[in-house]
């Protein structure tokens, strides 16, 4: 459980964001500047706010009610930002090994051989970081303050300055983070499908404040909280059930209550829920049976609003059995259907648009 209520007044800046979760991932989102990173340092003990507190697992780390205030070092909280910031004089084994230092010995429960394992850097630890890319620095630093054995795990952007090759090779590590060491951590990110892929509690800041909070379907329905791209940047997040297998074609099926979505690879296991992305700009809409098409997977709904600019309209559609999807389609398109607020329409989405990285076991 984190539980934090933080105010800080700055010349040019003021932040007041207050949030609670019990378990998993919590991420920050929001644009540049919104204090994301402002939070998390508070929360660390880098810097001091005005007043509030912050409390992890049921120990107070800072309240200004009750004048305490842990010195970083003992908040026993890891941190991993942009720069891996290891040692470059030291190999991966004694970089890891560093983070070791923090832990007090009765509650070293986090072991060298099992976070080597997990993050699969056996065979770097003789080497030095100038000889590690750029996603294996990041896996060592994960590694080094996974070892400290942390009450809290805070991320800020860690994959800002991966390419996106890298920044999926490493995203499942911290999955397997999440799912087996079962530390609670706040991750901060200005990417959709980072903070959907790994959190269950999503905290959208806007100039030092909440502006919403909640589960990410829930929260990314609402087009304002998304990319800063309006126009190609949008996209919905659907909550749907994992089906069967077409193992002869590498499918697999997702119901959600609209339709059955098809994705090429697999999804999680038989019955769990997983969370799907999907981009404005794969979507395209129908009036009616559209025919036949190479398109195999389709939702239908309840057009609910659109919203013009230029040449294009983007069209929310209000899904059968909950949720909400956005397609984007030129004016034109949306005249020749008829398509307004109130018209049934069959959303149509490509397998081949629904790729594996989009696609998050909850």
């Not at 998390?40 to 880098?46: D, Q, S, Y």
């Amino acid at each position: 459980m984190i539980d934090a209520d933080l105010h800080r007044r700055l010349p040019t800046f003021e932040l007041d964001v207050a949030f609670r979760n019990g378990e998993g991932v919590t991420a920050l989102f929001g644009r540049s500047g919104s204090g994301k990173s402002m939070t998390i340092g508070l929360i660390a003990g880098l810097a001091k706010p005005d007043r509030g507190h912050v409390r992890v697992g049921g120990v107070t780390l800072f309240d200004s009610r009750l004048h305490v205030d842990l010195a970083p070092h003992k908040r026993r909280i890891g941190l991993v930002f942009q720069d891996a910031h290891l040692f470059p004089h030291l190999s991966v084994r004694r970089n890891l090994l560093f983070g070791r230092w923090f832990a007090p010995r009765a509650e070293r429960t986090v072991t060298m051989d099992a976070v080597v394992e997990t993050l699969g850097i056996g065979h770097l630890l003789t080497r030095r970081p100038a000889g590690l890319s750029g996603g294996e620095r990041q896996r060592v630093a994960i590694g080094r303050a996974l070892l400290a054995c942390p009450r809290l795990l805070l991320f800020d952007e860690p994959f800002a300055a991966l390419d996106r090759q890298r920044k999926m090779e490493v995203l499942p590590l911290i999955e397997r983070l999440r799912d087996e060491f079962r530390i609670p951590m706040v991750y901060v990110s200005h990417s959709l499908e980072e903070v959907v892929r790994l959190a269950g509690y999503v905290v959208v800041l806007e100039a030092g404040k909440v502006a919403a909070a909640g589960d990410p379907s829930t929260v990314f329905a609402q087009a304002e909280y998304q990319a800063d791209d309006r126009r190609f940047g949008r996209a919905s997040v659907l909550s749907a059930v994992v089906g069967e297998e077409d193992v002869g074609y590498g499918l697999t099926a997702l119901h959600h209550p609209a339709g059955t979505l098809w994705l090429a690879g697999p999804a999680g296991h038989r019955g769990g829920t997983a969370r799907i992305v999907i981009q404005a700009t794969d979507v395209a809409l129908a009036i009616g049976n559209p025919g036949q098409t190479s398109v195999r997977s389709s939702l239908s709904g309840t057009v609910s609003g659109i919203e013009t600019d230029g040449a294009l309209a983007a069209v929310d559609i209000a899904l059968t059995g909950g949720g909400t999807l956005t397609a984007l389609a030129t004016r034109r398109a949306v005249d020749d259907l008829e398509i307004k607020p109130g018209s049934a329409v069959l959303a149509l989405i490509k397998t081949v648009a629904l790729d594996e990285g989009m696609v998050h076991p909850d």
